[in-house]
C-alpha cells in the first residue's frame, strides 16, 4: 500500500511537467522562451556530436504568409550511429528519421518541448530487434531534452 502511495504522489508532481501522449509523442513543460528551449536544446545535441540538419521556425513562415502562429520552433537532427540502426531494420522507418523536436507556445503561454518516442516509432514500424538501440536513443533523447529545459 505504500508503495502505491508513494508512486502516486510521485506521479502528481511528474504529470504536470511531462506527459506522453497515445501518438507517440512526449511532452515536456520548458520554463524558457521557445527560441532559448530550441537553442540549449541545439546545444546540447552539438555537444554530443548529433548532427543538426535544420532549424525551422513555424511563425516566422506563418507570418510571410500572412498566417498568425504563436511562436513554434522546429529543430531536425539524427545520430547516424543510433538512427541507422532502425532503419537496418526496416528502411521504412527513415520517414520517421531523422528525430525532430518542436518547441511551442501554448495558448496560455506555457512553452512545451514535444518529441517523437523512440519506442513509438519501432513499433509503427514494426522493429523488434533494436531494443538496446531504442533504449539508447530514448535515455539520450530524454537527458537532452531535459538539460534543455533545466532552469
Known amino acids: ?67 498568425p502562429l504563436r511562436q513554434t520552433e522546429l529543430l531536425i537532427f539524427g545520430d547516424p550511429k543510433l538512427g541507422t540502426h532502425f532503419v537496418t531494420s526496416n528502411q521504412a522507418a527513415g520517414i520517421d528519421l531523422p528525430m525532430k523536436a518542436l518547441a511551442w507556445e501554448d495558448e496560455s503561454g506555457q512553452v512545451w518541448l514535444t518529441y517523437n518516442d523512440p519506442q513509438y516509432i519501432a513499433n509503427r514500424h514494426g522493429i523488434e530487434d533494436r531494443a538496446d538501440i531504442v533504449k539508447k536513443m530514448t535515455s539520450v533523447l530524454n537527458a537532452m531534452t531535459d538539460a534543455a529545459i533545466e532552469k
Do not use: Q, Y
Open 1 to 67: 500500500m505504500m508503495r502505491i502511495l508513494v508512486l502516486f504522489i510521485a506521479l502528481m508532481f511528474v504529470a504536470p511537467s511531462v506527459w506522453a501522449a497515445d501518438n507517440g509523442l512526449i511532452n515536456k513543460k520548458s520554463p524558457h522562451s521557445v527560441k532559448k528551449t530550441i537553442s540549449r536544446l541545439e546545444k546540447s545535441l552539438r555537444s554530443k556530436g548529433v548532427i543538426i540538419a535544420r532549424r525551422w521556425s513555424h511563425d516566422k513562415g506563418g507570418k510571410k504568409a500572412g498566417i
